[in-house]
Structure formats: C-alpha cells, structure tokens
C-alpha cells in the first residue's frame, strides 16, 4: 500500500526559507499530478501548489506565487516544496496529496492520497 510521508518542517524566522520533501512508499506516484496543501489552527484546509505528473506545469495559490516553488524527482517518488520569504502567515500543517488526475487541480476532493502532514512554524 502506497504511503505519503513529508519531512522537512520546522521553525524559522519570517524571510528565511525551507524545502518540504514528500515521498511515496510501497509504490509510485510517477502518473499522478501532486499538490501541497496546508491547514492553520483553526482554519480550513488550503490549496498550496500543485505539480502535473511530468513537472510540465504548475499551479500556485496566489498567496505563495512567487515565493513557493513545487518539484518532482520521479526517479525518487519524491515530491518538493520550496518555500522562500516566508511569512508568519505561512505558519501550518503542510500536506502532500497524489491527484487522481494527471492535470493540474486546486479541488482537495481530486487527490485521494495523503501524508501525515509536517509542521511549519514561521517566526516573526
């Protein structure tokens, strides 16, 4: 059975940066689009970036263009996150999902794989 794990998280001060790796085990994710979402305390689950399952394209919530850069290594069943000028707004839980689809999708219900999710703490 495949599993989601995302490492990478942790605690840094506003404008610094950190890359979130997600990696399928037990299987691949080399056909899927992927997504990264986030859940602050208190608040909905939120679409992040999402990536189409060659890397060809890519999709951002406007509150990360510009500063949040999504990767796959498909040789490595490794999905990235790189997160700059981070802000303590960005402060979550960050999630990585496999999609159902091959496109790109902002919509949580198109993606039926989760992690467990990796905490991102941004001090101001």
């Known amino acids: 059975q495949v599993q989601l794990v995302e490492s990478g998280g942790g605690l840094v001060q506003a404008g610094g940066s950190l890359r979130l790796s997600c990696t399928a085990f037990?299987?691949?994710?080399?056909?899927?689009?992927m997504g990264w979402f986030r859940q602050a305390p208190g608040k909905e689950r939120q679409f992040v970036a999402t990536i189409t399952w060659n890397g060809g394209n890519t999709y951002y919530a406007d509150s990360v263009k510009g500063r949040f850069i999504i990767s796959r290594d498909n040789a490595k069943n490794t999905a990235y996150l790189q997160m700059n000028s981070l802000k303590p707004e960005d402060t979550a839980v960050y999630f990585c999902?496999?999609?159902?689809?091959?496109?790109?999708?902002?919509?949580?219900?198109?993606?039926?794989?989760w992690g467990q999710g990796t905490q991102v703490t941004v001090s101001s």
């Open positions: 037990g299987g691949t994710f080399r056909s899927a689009a």
């Open positions: 999902a496999r999609s159902t689809l091959t496109i790109v999708t902002t919509y949580a219900f198109h993606y039926d794989l």
